[in-house]
């Protein structure tokens, strides 16, 4: 029964005592000793259940134990087991243990990484870790990080700081003037481009019917042949690793012809981005450091905990100028200031467990995580096509496009795959067929995970062919 107490007296009294965090750490652990052996999706029970939590706001305090033992008996049996080895839906990622260990000790931190002043530490590591993914992707020495909380919000900021740069060879202070009765500013892009890329170009203000296209091809990558005379008002993104097929697109040739012009050129890497850290990969992104920005997920390929994403850019002042805040307030410092390079102030320090998935790999750990994904997903495509599925996608990453040879039948095929929830894909319209997509992004995957998930494509088929 709720009561009402001394609260500050109670919290102090939780602090001295550790038994709440004693309680979670056991909870902890006995989900993550069970996360590889209990189903990918949670059960309709377990769904179900989650009605416990349908309360009006209580107008007393509660249990600290009671709260913590409600997640853990209701809340764990409805989680996605995104951590384990067969999820193989959105492009999620594992999350590394040593990773997780050291986002716990952060939690505990509870870093404010806006400022040098507010947390030195979230300082440090995240010009380390700036240093670090410049070296991992062979970018230019001058290229800044700003670590911001996915792939999206780092397209933001990599096209504001090209809208920013274009605007201001124009001579048009776009900070001060807006877009009223600016000059025009040109974006181009293909038509397999994620999602997100239109939606930060329509929030930036560019409008997606603005947008110019280009054709692609059958992998989903840019006709370089086919890509429109640039200009030194265009912005140009392409993708490293379609969010469907995984092609990548033809980095050199292109991005050449865009320096050439003077242009722009952005490149999404959410995911495929991380292919320059395999050696047998890394011939997809040839030529990348010669863009001017590049947005890609830690907590995708890299396997660092969620929410983790870096916008990089090598025009420092227009990343920053394009993301400016001022306040008498404000102590900058000498060192790292982090609100600097992104739209955010007050931030969680992602810096912290990004270093320590970084320091715990090293560059071999590195090139085992992301070329070991490959080969999951090269296996995941040939066992397949040995038991007459059809793969409609070259295989160069890390993603699996799978067809049962009708729509009808493959649309069957997935329900009873899902439903049966030894692993766990979601589906995809590719080439004007519907299509099983399979996302393979975690170090826990083991040949082992991929022989059992085929044999329940196999069961879900002869399902879905006599239902």
Same mark, same amino acid.
């Given at each position: 029964m709720a009561e009402k107490i001394n609260l500050s007296e109670n919290m102090f009294s939780q602090i001295r005592e550790k038994e709440i965090?004693?309680?979670?750490?056991?909870?902890?652990?006995?989900?993550?000793?069970?996360?590889?052996?209990?189903n990918v999706y949670p059960t309709e029970q377990a769904i179900e259940n989650l009605v416990i939590f349908d309360e009006k706001f209580p107008d007393l305090s509660c249990s600290?134990?009671?709260?913590?033992?409600?997640?853990?008996?209701?809340?764990?049996?409805?989680?996605v087991s995104i951590t384990g080895g067969r999820y193989f839906g959105f492009v999620n990622g594992g999350v590394i243990p040593t990773s997780l260990a050291a986002k716990l000790l952060a939690d505990f931190w509870d870093q404010n990484s806006v400022l040098y002043v507010t947390s030195p530490i979230a300082s440090k590591l995240e010009s380390v870790v700036e240093k670090w993914l410049v070296d991992i992707f062979r970018l230019p020495e001058n290229t800044v990080a700003g670590f911001v909380s996915g792939t999206s919000s780092a397209t933001l900021c990599g096209l504001a700081a090209a809208r920013y740069r274009m605007f201001s060879r124009l001579g048009w202070d776009f900070n001060a003037k807006g877009f009223i009765n600016a000059p025009k500013i040109r974006i181009i892009t293909g038509s397999h481009e994620h999602s997100t890329v239109f939606k930060m170009i329509s929030i930036l203000g560019f409008g997606k019917d603005n947008t110019e296209i280009v054709n692609t091809d059958c992998q989903g990558k840019i006709v370089p042949g086919e890509?429109?005379?640039? =200009?030194?008002?265009? #912005? +140009?993104?392409?993708?490293?690793?379609?969010?469907?097929?995984?092609?990548?697109?033809?980095?050199?040739?292109?991005?050449?012809?865009?320096?050439?012009?003077?242009?722009?050129?952005h490149i999404d890497g959410a995911f495929g981005l991380w292919a320059a850290g395999s050696e047998k990969l890394k011939y997809l992104t040839k030529g990348i450091e010669k863009a001017n920005s590049w947005s890609v997920d830690c907590h995708k390929t890299l396997n660092?905990?969620? =929410?983790?994403?870096? #916008? +990089?850019?090598?025009?420092?002042?227009?990343?920053i100028s394009s993301l400016q805040n001022v306040g008498s307030y404000i102590i900058l410092s000498n060192e790292r200031d982090g609100m600097l390079y992104t739209p955010e102030m007050s931030r969680r320090a992602r810096s912290i467990e990004l270093w320590a998935a970084l320091k715990y790999l090293g560059r071999d750990g590195l090139d085992e995580l992301i070329t070991g994904l490959h080969k999951r997903a090269v296996q995941f495509a040939n066992e397949l096509k040995e038991n007459e599925f059809e793969i409609l996608n070259d295989v160069v990453f890390n993603q699996v496009l799978v067809s049962c040879g009708t729509d009808n039948l493959t649309k069957k095929t997935l329900k009873f795959i899902q439903e049966m929830r030894v692993c766990w894909c979601g589906s995809a319209q590719w080439l004007d067929k519907f299509v099983i997509r399979i996302s393979v992004c975690s170090w826990a995957t083991t040949q082992d995970d991929i022989a059992e998930s085929v044999r329940s494509f196999v069961r879900a088929r002869k399902m879905a062919m006599i239902n």
């Amino acid at each position: 029964m709720a009561e009402k107490i001394n609260l500050s007296e109670n919290m102090f009294s939780q602090i001295r005592e550790k038994e709440i965090f004693i309680r979670a750490k056991d909870h902890a652990f006995d989900y993550i000793d069970n996360i590889f052996k209990r189903n990918v999706y949670p059960t309709e029970q377990a769904i179900e259940n989650l009605v416990i939590f349908d309360e009006k706001f209580p107008d007393l305090s509660c249990s600290p134990k009671l709260i913590i033992d409600l997640m853990h008996e209701y809340g764990s049996p409805a989680t996605v087991s995104i951590t384990g080895g067969r999820y193989f839906g959105f492009v999620n990622g594992g999350v590394i243990p040593t990773s997780l260990a050291a986002k716990l000790l952060a939690d505990f931190w509870d870093q404010n990484s806006v400022l040098y002043v507010t947390s030195p530490i979230a300082s440090k590591l995240e010009s380390v870790v700036e240093k670090w993914l410049v070296d991992i992707f062979r970018l230019p020495e001058n290229t800044v990080a700003g670590f911001v909380s996915g792939t999206s919000s780092a397209t933001l900021c990599g096209l504001a700081a090209a809208r920013y740069r274009m605007f201001s060879r124009l001579g048009w202070d776009f900070n001060a003037k807006g877009f009223i009765n600016a000059p025009k500013i040109r974006i181009i892009t293909g038509s397999h481009e994620h999602s997100t890329v239109f939606k930060m170009i329509s929030i930036l203000g560019f409008g997606k019917d603005n947008t110019e296209i280009v054709n692609t091809d059958c992998q989903g990558k840019i006709v370089p042949g086919e890509i429109p005379d640039l =200009d030194e008002s265009t #912005i +140009l993104i392409l993708q490293a690793g379609n969010v469907n097929s995984g092609s990548f697109d033809e980095f050199d040739e292109i991005c050449e012809k865009a320096n050439r012009a003077n242009a722009w050129v952005h490149i999404d890497g959410a995911f495929g981005l991380w292919a320059a850290g395999s050696e047998k990969l890394k011939y997809l992104t040839k030529g990348i450091e010669k863009a001017n920005s590049w947005s890609v997920d830690c907590h995708k390929t890299l396997n660092a905990p969620y =929410d983790s994403g870096i #916008i +990089l850019c090598k025009d420092k002042d227009a990343l920053i100028s394009s993301l400016q805040n001022v306040g008498s307030y404000i102590i900058l410092s000498n060192e790292r200031d982090g609100m600097l390079y992104t739209p955010e102030m007050s931030r969680r320090a992602r810096s912290i467990e990004l270093w320590a998935a970084l320091k715990y790999l090293g560059r071999d750990g590195l090139d085992e995580l992301i070329t070991g994904l490959h080969k999951r997903a090269v296996q995941f495509a040939n066992e397949l096509k040995e038991n007459e599925f059809e793969i409609l996608n070259d295989v160069v990453f890390n993603q699996v496009l799978v067809s049962c040879g009708t729509d009808n039948l493959t649309k069957k095929t997935l329900k009873f795959i899902q439903e049966m929830r030894v692993c766990w894909c979601g589906s995809a319209q590719w080439l004007d067929k519907f299509v099983i997509r399979i996302s393979v992004c975690s170090w826990a995957t083991t040949q082992d995970d991929i022989a059992e998930s085929v044999r329940s494509f196999v069961r879900a088929r002869k399902m879905a062919m006599i239902n």
